[in-house]
């Protein structure tokens, strides 16, 4: 019961995370700088392509 609890406070974290960058992307006075690097964190969460290989020592 511990494992999934914790996973749950996880989930509940990650999902507020996400809300507040989402408001901060909305928010106008947001510099560009800081949506551009938002966007991109989100395009390598979701990319099915890994821009470091498993076989790069420490790195992948």
Do not use: C, N
């Amino acid at each position: 019961m511990r494992l999934l609890a914790e996973f749950k406070q996880r989930a509940r974290r990650l999902r507020a995370e996400t809300f507040a960058l989402y408001l901060a992307a909305r928010h106008p006075e947001t510099p560009w700088y800081a949506k551009l690097f938002v966007a991109r964190i989100v395009a390598y969460a979701f990319s099915p392509i890994d821009l470091i290989p498993d076989f790069v020592p420490v790195l992948g």
